[in-house]
Each structure stands twice: as C-alpha cells, then as structure tokens.
C-alpha cells in the first residue's frame, strides 16, 4: 500500500509462509502492550523460538552463519510488524504456503491472503515445513523466478 500510494508500480506481492495482516495487527497490538518496540518485540519472539527449540530450524555450525540468519529473522519480522495495512492492495498476491507448516499451522491456512487484494490471488501449496526453504531452496528459487518473470511481463495489469 505505501508504494502504491506513491504511484510506484508493484508487480506482484509474494508473501512466502507468512501470517496474514490480521495476525500481524494481533501481533503489533501484543506488543505495544508489552511496550516493545518492533525490533524489541522481534526479537523477543526470536528468542522465546530458540528456547523451545522451533529456531533455526537446522543445525548451523558456522556462528557468522547463524548470526547472520538471526539478524535478518528479526529484521523481517520487525518490518512485518511495522507494514499493517487496514486496506486491501490493488497489486496480485500470489502466496506461498508449505503444506506443514509448524509454525503457524492454525492460523496459516492456504488462500488466508486472498482477501486482503482487489488483484489476481494466486495460491501456491509446498511440500514440507515453515522453513521449507532451508531444505529444498531451488523449490522458492524457482516460485520466485516464475513469479518475477510473470510480474516483468506485465501480465498482472
């Protein structure tokens, strides 16, 4: 929505096993009554995932590795927390859901962004987890490429 208001062209948003605006506007709320910031609240939440064990989802040895991959999961999730829109967005949403997910199985069902465009929705379900992507990256690689290659088209408009 802040692009569009500002007559940027978007092609396609691709939200990958995320929580729809919804959960993200719960989420925000939840931590303004903790009185956390977004970044504190990311990583927060980030750590309270390390304690039960759900982060990283794999084994990283390399510590630059992981503090990488650490610093990049709580800037996602922070700007998550800060990109709410009430309004629905004009631009095509294609999702991408993993089939079990574990993370937010209850609240991630297929299709849970589709109300939230007046564009094209498209649904894509992977196999496997939440971090799919670890484990099988050439599947998002190539959901991306497709994607990217359908939005420089200009087949979305």
């Not at 109300?115 to 496997?128: A, Q």
Request: hydrophobic content about 35%; cysteine-free; glycine content about 6%.
């Amino acid at each position: 929505p802040a692009l569009q208001s500002r007559e940027f062209e978007v092609g396609r948003f691709v939200p990958v096993v995320s929580g729809h605006p919804s959960l993200w506007r719960m989420d925000a709320l939840y931590a303004k009554t903790r009185g956390h910031s977004p970044k504190q609240h990311a990583l927060w939440r980030l750590t309270n995932d390390e304690q039960r064990g759900a982060w990283p989802p794999k084994k990283i040895s390399d510590e630059s590795l992981l503090a990488q991959a650490r610093l990049h999961a709580v800037i996602d999730f922070s700007l998550g927390l800060q990109s709410i829109s009430r309004h629905r967005i004009s631009t095509p949403i294609t999702e991408v859901s993993a089939k079990d997910d574990e993370v937010i199985p209850k609240f991630a069902p297929p299709r849970r962004w589709a109300p939230y465009t007046k564009g094209e929705f498209t649904s894509i379900l992977v196999t496997g987890g939440h971090y799919f992507y670890w484990s099988n990256p050439q599947a998002l690689s190539t959901i991306l490429t497709h994607e990217a290659e359908f939005a420089l088209s200009g087949s979305f408009s």
